[in-house]
């Protein structure tokens, strides 16, 4: 199993109940000593074979990089997570362009490649993209960001019909607030949306538990959570425009705020 993004958060999460059940790994995300303390913590513990690479995915030489490795050391994996992702929040025109072109790069490009690049290698093998359930609101302050989770939640979508009968299971994954390094990677420094964040986060390891086995059994949309998945089920009732305007009267105050 390959999992991007498997240094902290959810990514790390996943690894670790994997390992738990005897799955081995490739871990990728950019900070190597981490992801090799992890892989000597996985390998004492549930004595399962793990490698790491590191790579920057939000660069257009990341896929390569990742591939080529796969191919050099001749593990391809039967499993492959898109987690690493990151989010980007504030009014639009003060974000960067350095940062809102890492950003459409990592969320969208590096994982639309990979799934092109490792697809096709896969016998009956499982794609999980991640997204979030702000893929399914035009969230303003949000704006890049939610619509490249838009993309990943129809990409997937499209691709589970396109592979369905090759045998190759293209999964999407759609969790709400979850409490890892997201909302500081995502430069939100509102000391008070940091608490409300928190307080309504998940704990990665539940979720990495609630997940797993639903990757497993091929169900093509995963939320995080039962609260999740009703979530989800509201969100569907509402009309766009709505979800839309509901998510700038909470955001707005935040944003205006933000350092
Ligand atoms: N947290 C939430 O509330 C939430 C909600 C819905 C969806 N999600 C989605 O869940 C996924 C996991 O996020 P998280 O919440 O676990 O965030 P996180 O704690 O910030 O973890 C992000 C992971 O991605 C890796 N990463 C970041 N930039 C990268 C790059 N350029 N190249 C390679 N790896 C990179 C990071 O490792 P390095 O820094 O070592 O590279 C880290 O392991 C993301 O796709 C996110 O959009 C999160």
Redo the contacts with the bound molecule.
């Keep these: 199993m390959l999992i991007?993004?498997?240094?902290?958060?959810?990514?790390?999460?996943l690894a670790f109940e994997c390992a738990k059940r005897g799955l081995s790994l490739v871990l990728?995300?950019?900070?190597k000593e981490?992801?090799d303390e992890m892989a000597h913590s996985l390998r004492e513990t549930y004595q399962v074979d793990v490698h790491t690479i590191a790579?920057?995915?939000?660069?257009p030489e990341?896929v390569d990089t990742l591939w080529q490795w796969c191919k050099r050391e001749q593990l391809w994996p039967d499993i492959l997570i898109?987690?690493?992702?990151?989010?980007l929040f504030g009014c639009f025109e003060h974000q960067s362009e350095m940062d809102i072109h890492?950003l459409l790069y990592?969320?969208i490009e590096?994982l639309t490649l990979l799934c092109h690049r490792f697809g096709p290698k896969m016998q009956q093998g499982i794609i999980v993209n991640?997204?979030?359930?702000?893929g399914m609101i035009p969230t303003p302050y949000f704006s890049v960001?939610s619509a490249t989770?838009s993309y990943v939640l129809h990409f997937s979508r499209a691709l589970f019909r396109e592979w369905k009968h090759k045998g190759i299971t293209v999964i999407c994954?759609?969790?709400?607030?979850?409490?890892?390094?997201?909302?500081?990677?995502a430069g939100i420094g509102n000391e008070r949306y940091l608490k409300i964040?928190a307080s309504l986060?998940l704990e990665?390891e539940k979720v990495a538990s609630y997940v797993l086995p639903r990757i497993l059994k091929r169900k093509p949309i995963i939320y995080?959570s039962s609260g999740n998945s009703f979530l989800a089920f509201l969100l569907g009732l509402v009309p766009a425009g709505w979800r839309s305007g509901i998510a700038k009267l909470f955001l707005k105050p935040f944003a205006e705020q933000n350092p």
């Design positions: 991007t993004g498997s240094s902290q958060g959810l990514g790390k999460a990728a995300a950019r900070r981490i992801l790579v920057d995915l939000s660069k990341g898109n987690n690493a992702g990151r989010g890492h990592l969320n590096a991640v997204s979030s359930l702000v960001y989770k994954l759609l969790p709400g607030y979850m409490r890892t390094g997201f909302d500081t990677g964040s986060g990665v995080a």
